[in-house]
């Protein structure tokens, strides 16, 4: 985390005033306002670069006060970090099809994971990337990806997170995990019978399957190839046939499965990212938000004959992630462009598209750029 350059902040213009004529007030004001919305972005990137150096100044602080031989452990795990990122843009291909030499940096994929290089291997083959080696080390990672699990047998694959959906819902465990590998389940079928499969191994120290007979709840399971055993992450839900349930004390929620992770009001969020179609935060609960700023340059001045005018039609694009399984709820604001709002909509939202509207005003406006602050809230499972 080194210091960041401090961004500028633009200049909003002439502050209008009560001493400028009407013509010159309006020209100056809107000119102001317009400015307003990307100024703002202007002072939050400002924030975060102050909060971004103020946190490095701490650690640099904190640094200072360990001993020289502390200070160099850690000097060789930061070196040893530097590595794994820079990897990350030396990508070498799956570990299987490789040959030969391979020095750092490099990542490779294997087993469904991504694994940086630590140190030069003169024969590729000869080290395979796994959890605890001295040559490669798992770029970190800690989301599951949600998968269907519908009537019928579904093979497991590692961090999937299984929606089991059916009575006759069967999740099959691999016959040959490797260490470490994690797998999940949870039961919404509204049923007591979904199985996890155990395939030839042990769960929770069973050889057994697993009934998925507690509603609403999650498993998750890490294989342990040293005991040759399925092991439950603290916080069982389902049993096997052979006890009447695990002990009381493991209950949990479904939102533990992602604590020591961000949250955002004591709700884990789980994906969080950025694209072409603007922001969105995904958490633990199913809560999908999605937003951005859309500039739209249009004129107003087409006539309902009411006596209010509105603009062509505002088609405001894609979420950046898809609601499901219904449209979310959205909240639109305009700025720029003294006196217009929103005043109906050509298209409703849908779960991929915010939807198409209309700028109205009470009195007719050439062209000019329209800022509308997009929201929207809903679910993504």
């Not at 004591?266 to 700023?293: F, H, L, M």
């Not at 005003?361 to 062209?367: L, V």
Request: charged share 10%; proline share 5%; glycine share 10%.
């Amino acid at each position: 985390m080194p210091i960041v350059a401090v961004p500028p902040i633009r200049d909003l213009g002439t502050v209008p005033n009560n001493n400028m004529d009407e013509a010159t007030f309006n020209v100056t004001a809107e000119n102001f306002t317009t400015q307003m919305a990307p100024w703002g972005g202007d002072v939050k990137a400002v924030a975060e670069s102050a909060k971004t150096n103020a946190e490095y100044s701490n650690q640099r602080a904190n640094d200072s006060n360990t001993s020289a031989e502390a200070a160099a452990a850690r000097l060789v795990d930061v070196q040893t970090a530097a590595n794994g990122a820079f990897a990350a843009a030396n990508y070498k291909g799956e570990w299987s099809t490789l040959t030969g030499a391979l020095a750092v940096p490099a990542t490779v994929t294997h087993l469904g994971r991504l694994w940086y290089l630590k140190l030069n291997l003169a024969n590729v083959t000869t080290q395979a990337p796994a959890l605890g080696s001295t040559y490669w080390g798992e770029v970190s990672r800690n989301d599951f990806t949600v998968l269907p699990c519908p009537a019928g047998t579904t093979n497991a694959a590692d961090r999937g997170l299984y929606r089991m959906t059916a009575a006759t819902s069967v999740l099959l465990l691999p016959a040959a995990p490797w260490h470490g590998m994690v797998v999940a389940a949870a039961n919404v079928s509204g049923t007591l019978t979904p199985v996890i499969s155990r395939n030839g191994k042990t769960i929770c120290g069973d050889a057994e399957n697993f009934t998925m007979n507690a509603l609403g709840f999650q498993i998750v399971l890490q294989y342990d190839s040293l005991s040759g055993d399925w092991v439950g992450v603290p916080g069982l839900t389902a049993f096997t046939a052979a006890q009447p349930a695990i002990g009381t004390s493991n209950t949990w929620t479904a939102s533990q499965n992602f604590t020591g992770g961000l949250n955002m009001n004591g709700n884990p969020i789980v994906e969080r990212g950025s694209n072409a179609d603007g922001e969105y935060t995904r958490y633990a609960d199913g809560t999908q938000e999605c937003w951005k700023i859309q500039t739209v340059n249009t004129a107003i001045a087409n006539s309902d004959g009411g006596g209010v005018l509105y603009s062509p039609v505002v088609n405001l694009g894609s979420f950046a992630r898809a609601f499901s399984p219904q449209a979310p709820a959205v909240t639109l604001t305009v700025s720029g462009g003294a006196g217009a709002f929103i005043t109906s909509s050509s298209t409703s939202q849908t779960t991929t598209s915010w939807g198409s509207y209309y700028l109205s005003s009470g009195a007719s406006r050439a062209a000019t750029n329209y800022y509308i602050s997009c929201s929207a809230s809903g679910r993504w499972f």
